[in-house]
C-alpha cells in the first residue's frame, strides 16, 4: 500500500499543480491569518477548484470560531478539514455529526504522555497528525520530534507524521515509524511561505522509492 503525501501550506495554482504532477495524494491550505502560508478563504476555494481529483484537499484551522469554521467548510468544500490548535473532542465530535466531511486532529508530540492524548478523538476525528511541539506558530516550523516514540505506539486512529520531514530524511522517518501518511511544509520551501517545486517532486520521489524498496 503506498504511503500517502501531503503538501501543505500551497498559495498559488502553481504548486497545486506541481503537488499533483508529483504523485502528491493531499494538499493543505492555511486559513491561519499567522502563518506565512496563510491564504484568504476566496483563494484557498479557487486552489481546491484548481485541485484534480487525484488530489484530496485539507483545509488546516486553528482554533477557528464555529462560525468561521462553517463558513470556511462551505466556501471552499474541502474534503478534509483539519484543525491544528487546542480543539477539544468533545467540539470535534459535534462538528463530525453535522458535515460529511473527514477531521483529522494535529497534534504536538513531546513525549510518550502526548501520544496518548490522542485516544481521547476516538469517534472526534478520523486521522491523528502526529507533528512537531508548537513554537511561536502551531506547524510549519521545521523542527521535528523524536520518531523512535511512535514504534512501539499502539494506535488507536488512523495516523500520519509530520514535523520536519524533507526530501533528504523522509524515507528514514518512514523507516522508523512506518507512517500511513506524511505531511510537509517547510521542508518543501525555499523560504518560509514560498514553495519550490523542485523539492516538491523530490520529496514525493523519496517516498515513493520508499515504497518500492
Not at 66 to 80: H, N, R
Not at 135 to 142: E, K, N, S, V
Not at 156 to 162: D, E, F, H, T, Y
Request: net charge neutral.
Amino acid at each position: 500500500m503506498n504511503t500517502q503525501i501531503k503538501i501543505c501550506g500551497l498559495k498559488d495554482e502553481v504548486t497545486v499543480d506541481a503537488a499533483a504532477k508529483a504523485g502528491a495524494t493531499h494538499i493543505g491550505l492555511n486559513l491561519y491569518e499567522k502563518s506565512p502560508r496563510y491564504v484568504p478563504m476566496e483563494k484557498a476555494a479557487a486552489l481546491r477548484m484548481r485541485a484534480p481529483a487525484s488530489l484530496k484537499v485539507v483545509l488546516l484551522l486553528v482554533n477557528a470560531e464555529p462560525g468561521l469554521t462553517a463558513k470556511a467548510i462551505e466556501v471552499v468544500k474541502p474534503d478534509i478539514v483539519q484543525f491544528h490548535g487546542s480543539e477539544t473532542a468533545i467540539w470535534l465530535r459535534t462538528l463530525k455529526s453535522s458535515v460529511d466531511i473527514e477531521i483529522w486532529r494535529a497534534f504536538g508530540v513531546q513525549n510518550a504522555a502526548s501520544l496518548k492524548n490522542a485516544d481521547e478523538y476516538v469517534d472526534a476525528a478520523d486521522l491523528i497528525l502526529f507533528d512537531a511541539p508548537a513554537q511561536a506558530l502551531p506547524g510549519g516550523t521545521g523542527m521535528r520530534f523524536d520518531w523512535s516514540l511512535l514504534t512501539e505506539h499502539k494506535h488507536k486512529l488512523p495516523w500520519g507524521l509530520a514535523g520536519g520531514l524533507t526530501p533528504d530524511n523522509v524515507k528514514e522517518a518512514l523507516r522508523q515509524t512506518r507512517a500511513q501518511l506524511v505531511d510537509t511544509s517547510s521542508g518543501v520551501e525555499s523560504a518560509p511561505g514560498i514553495k519550490d517545486v523542485d523539492k516538491i517532486a523530490a520529496f514525493c520521489q523519496a517516498v515513493r522509492d520508499y515504497d518500492n524498496s
